[in-house]
Structure formats: structure tokens, C-alpha cells
């Protein structure tokens, strides 16, 4: 996977062009201390629910060409899908719908390249994707429905969907391990959108003074709060600032569960944030900090990434043999976008359209996540319902 800055700025800009000449309201800001993530209490000092509160208004910021409102809020009569949850995920669900709300034209081919995926259509985007589901073209007057994106954290998204207060789940943890205390998990439908390969980063000041990876052992340390100088991993005498996600978080569920092979491990961090917008930001405003990061943001000013030595083998980002795409690589993680008993055709068409090749390449890659092979484009579309 190529890591592009001028691509991506690129993109963004686009994105934003979209979003403020045809979309109506794509993103709601959830306040952080909801859900499950708010009341975590594994040893961390700050980072209280408080915390978490203040921390919204600077995340809804930090998104792309987005409109705040309340999470979960009706759309009235006009039967919007409405997805929410992971900030992991959050990104290519909120591209997701700044396209199909835009619903731009067929011959608007910067935007809607359809030719360019053997896609023979003069309907606009967001018809024609809706379209292979029996719903009637919009056209001008907007698409056949509004798509709306939710911010929150996983363990949010998929009890929402699971409490029919959502259609769509977004979670970047498996939903067993997000809610391990249920008896089944039947009801749940997961339809993995995408790949994120975890890295670890550091803040600049960190990396520039020599610290460049740590071994497996090392990482379990310094969650569990037994190194606590960076002169023990060959850097400055300095204090470590180990920082993380709330529990809820997705993006702290897959961690824990890769390193220390069980969701529900307590961990040592000195700060926890509920959104992975807000992660980035401290790290890089820090001068001794490390945490895992959703690779979407890893692009932050003022933060680095680092090897993980595992097993005898280093990963690296952007190495072209053990780099974070890798199968092997421990902190890599499915991205996935839950419904509830069965997927309805109004979830499909959109789900659909992220799966297809001009969703991977529009909405996972530009995104910095990994898109998914033929094999398993083709088992996910196969949970979606028949098209007309």
C-alpha cells in the first residue's frame, strides 16, 4: 500500500469539495464518556469521563469536510441510514457518505469513474449503487436516502445496532470481544470493509533521539507499567507517557488482544482518549509519549512510528516485505460495519458500494488502510441479500 501525503491532500480536498457543495449533514459527534469507554479504570491517572467530554468539540474539528450534529439523531421522514461508532472506521464511512450524499452524476467522472470499473451506468452515484437494490433514482433532488455517520468508539457501535438504535455498527474489534459478556453472537451480521495495520508511534522528539523500535516483550512492559524511563529502551532520560484508548475502543480491544492475548487485560497508560483524533494530537504535543494508532492518522505532524520486533521477525511501516499489510504483523486488525438480524437492502446498497473495487480504492485506500483482496471482496458480498 502506497503512503502518499500529496495524494491523500489531495483526495482530502476533494473530498471537502464534495461535501460542501452536495452532502447534507454526513457526521454526528458523539460525546466520548458514552457507552462502556467512559468508566475505564485500568490504572491510568486522567483522562476521566471529564476529559473525554471536553476532547469532542477538537475531534469534530479534526475531521475532514464533516457537519456536526447529535449521534442518533432522527431524520425524520426521510429514512436515513444511520450508521456510528468506530473513529477507526469513521473514516471510510464518512468518505462513504460524502459520496453517496453528494450522488453525483455519471458524467461527473472525476468523482463517479464508473467506466473506469467496467460499470455501464448514466445514473448518478448513489442511484445507481441503490438502484441494484429496487430503490427509485433521486437524481437531482438528492440520493434515494441520506447516508449519516456516527463518532463514537466500537463498543458504542455495536450496542446501538444492537439496540435497533443504528442501522450500521462500525467497529474496528470483533464484537465478541467488544461485548464478551453475551451468550450469542448470531444476530450479528459482519461485514469486514478493510485492514488496518496498528503502528506504534512515539513523538518526534522520541524518534529523533534514537528510539526507533521495541521488541515484543518491551511493548507488555510498558502497558504494564513496569519500564517506565526511555533510557531502558536505549533513549533519553526521560519519563514515558504510555498513552491509549478507552475500553470500548476498538482500536484498544484488538490491541490488547493481540499483545496480551486477552480483550479484557488491564493495562498502565497515563492518559486514555476516547477517539483516535485525540490520541494523535497528544502524542505529538507530548515529548515522551507512545501509544498503538489506527493507521488512518499515523500521518500526524509530530508523531513517529517505530518497528515491533515480535517473535524474531520486525515490522516496519512501509517495509516492503514486513511491513504493517503484512498477514503476519501482530496489531493488525479487521475494520468492520455490523447490522443486526440480517442485512436490509437499503444497508447492502451501501455496504455494497464500499466493498465494490471503486469503494476499496475511494474510500479504504486514500484513507491509508489496507483494501481487501478478490478472495475476500468476495466473501463479504456474499452475506449481502440478492439484488433485484
Not at 456510528?84 to 453517496?100: M, Q
Not at 441503490?130 to 433532488?141: H, I, K, P, T
Not at 434515494?144 to 463514537?152: A, K, M
Not at 491509508?368 to 478478490?374: I, P
Request: proline share 4%.
Amino acid at each position: 500500500m502506497a503512503h502518499d501525503p500529496d495524494g491523500l491532500s489531495e483526495f482530502v480536498s476533494r473530498r471537502k469539495f464534495i461535501a460542501t457543495t452536495g452532502a447534507t449533514s454526513i457526521a454526528a459527534i458523539a460525546g466520548c464518556s458514552s457507552g462502556s469507554g467512559g468508566s475505564e479504570s485500568d490504572g491510568s491517572s486522567g483522562g476521566s469521563a471529564d476529559t473525554e467530554a471536553a476532547s469532542t468539540e477538537t475531534d469534530a474539528t479534526a475531521m475532514e469536510g464533516t457537519e456536526s450534529t447529535a449521534e442518533g439523531s432522527n431524520s425524520g421522514g426521510s429514512g436515513a441510514l444511520e450508521s456510528g461508532g468506530s473513529s477507526t472506521v469513521y473514516p471510510i464511512a464518512n468518505t462513504a457518505a460524502s459520496y453517496w450524499n453528494a450522488n453525483r452524476p455519471a458524467s461527473d467522472s472525476e468523482y463517479w469513474p464508473h467506466g473506469e470499473y467496467d460499470i455501464d451506468t448514466d445514473q448518478n452515484l448513489a442511484d445507481y449503487w441503490a438502484g441494484l437494490y429496487g430503490f427509485e433514482a433521486g437524481g437531482e433532488d438528492g440520493p434515494p436516502f441520506q447516508f449519516t455517520v456516527g463518532l463514537s468508539h466500537s463498543g458504542t457501535g455495536v450496542e446501538k445496532v444492537m439496540n435497533g438504535q443504528n442501522d450500521i455498527g462500525n467497529s474496528s474489534g470483533n464484537v465478541e470481544d467488544e461485548l464478551p459478556d453475551r451468550d450469542s453472537y448470531e444476530q450479528f451480521v459482519d461485514h469486514v470493509v478493510g485492514v488496518d495495520g496498528q503502528p506504534l508511534v512515539v513523538s518526534q522528539e522520541i524518534a529523533d533521539a534514537g528510539v526507533g523500535q521495541v521488541t515484543g516483550d518491551q511493548l507488555k512492559g510498558l502497558y504494564k507499567g513496569e519500564i517506565t524511563n526511555w533510557s531502558e529502551l536505549g533513549g533519553p532520560d526521560r519519563e514515558i507517557q504510555v498513552l491509549g484508548r478507552v475500553k470500548g475502543s476498538g482500536t484498544r480491544t484488538s490491541f490488547v488482544s493481540n499483545v496480551f492475548g486477552n480483550p479484557e487485560e488491564d493495562t498502565s497508560v497515563a492518559n486514555r482518549y476516547g477517539q483516535n483524533q485525540r490520541l494523535a494530537q497528544a502524542i505529538a504535543q507530548a515529548d515522551n509519549a507512545i501509544s498503538y494508532l489506527a493507521l488512518a492518522f499515523i500521518d500526524t505532524d509530530g508523531l513517529a512510528p517505530i518497528a515491533l520486533e515480535w517473535e524474531g521477525t520486525t515490522y516496519s511501516y512501509q517495509d516492503d516485505q514486513n511491513g504493517l499489510d503484512s498477514k503476519a504483523y501482530p496489531l493488525s486488525r479487521d475494520l468492520h460495519m455490523y447490522t443486526w438480524e440480517g442485512t436490509s437492502k437499503k444497508e447492502a446498497a451501501v455496504i455494497n458500494m464500499i466493498l465494490s473495487d471503486f469503494g476499496q480504492d475511494t474510500f479504504v485506500a486514500p484513507n491509508n488502510y489496507f483494501k481487501l483482496g478478490t478472495r475476500r471482496q468476495e466473501e463479504q458480498r456474499a452475506k449481502l441479500p440478492d439484488q433485484v
